[in-house]
């Protein structure tokens, strides 16, 4: 029963609290809970913030040309996703492809086994468009999954996208091989990024555990 009563204050909550839009670039917008940080690394630009239950990181990045094809999306996501795997030692739980604007993206469920001390439960988000790459992600604790969950979709939802540009289609060794090599770029940044919101999102809950034996 207490557990179901927290649960609707979180959901009251959320809904309630004015979220904060962000222009990812001229064509992606997307809403965090609160202000968030901005970085840039290796020509990919980070935002990232939290609350009480999470962590919500997005990073974008131009890939320049050539500009991946339509048919070669589902390989370079494959990429990315084969990548985070390796580096965090992840434990792939669910695979989900999605549409937005058309446009095909692909979603992972997947829990970390690098550190027992991190955020071990991760869904993260990712799709290409107009040869921009956008990759947003919310880390949590198993423990908080379900009361996280609500904010979760809340996030994943707030993303907004025009003016899409669908390549036309010309299959050559060139490209393919350019989006192999840019799926690789990204999981490398994407590492770096889980790796940093981990720590401080541990550093957040140290911390009001501090305040709240004081």
Not at 16 to 34: D, G
Not at 55 to 62: A, G, P, Q, S
Not at 171 to 199: A, H, M, P, Q, R
Request: hydrophobic content about 40%; aromatic content about 10%; cysteine-free.
């Amino acid at each position: 029963m207490k557990y179901l009563i927290v649960l609707l204050l979180i959901s009251n909550f959320s809904f309630s609290q004015e979220w904060t839009k962000i222009e990812l670039n001229e064509f992606a917008s997307i809403k965090f809970p609160n202000p968030s940080d901005v970085k840039n690394n290796r020509q990919a630009k980070i935002y990232s913030t939290s609350d009480d239950v999470g962590r919500y990181i997005v990073m974008t990045k131009d890939l320049g040309d050539p500009k991946l094809k339509e048919s070669e999306l589902y390989g370079f996501y494959q990429d990315v996703i084969a990548g985070t795997l390796k580096t965090t030692q992840g434990e792939l739980l669910e695979t989900n492809e999605f549409i937005l604007n058309g446009i095909l993206g692909m979603e992972i469920l997947y829990k970390t086994n690098l550190n027992s001390l991190l955020t071990d439960l991760r869904q993260k988000r990712i799709i290409l468009i107009n040869n921009n790459v956008i990759s947003y992600e919310f880390i949590t604790y198993s423990e908080n999954k379900q009361l996280a969950a609500i904010n979760k979709n809340k996030f994943f939802n707030s993303i907004s996208i025009s003016k899409v540009i669908v390549p036309k289609e010309k299959e050559t060794n060139d490209t393919y091989k350019s989006g192999s090599k840019s799926g690789k770029i990204v999981f490398y940044v994407s590492i770096i990024v889980l790796l940093i919101g981990g720590v401080l999102l541990i550093l957040n809950r140290n911390r009001k555990r501090n305040i709240k034996t004081k």
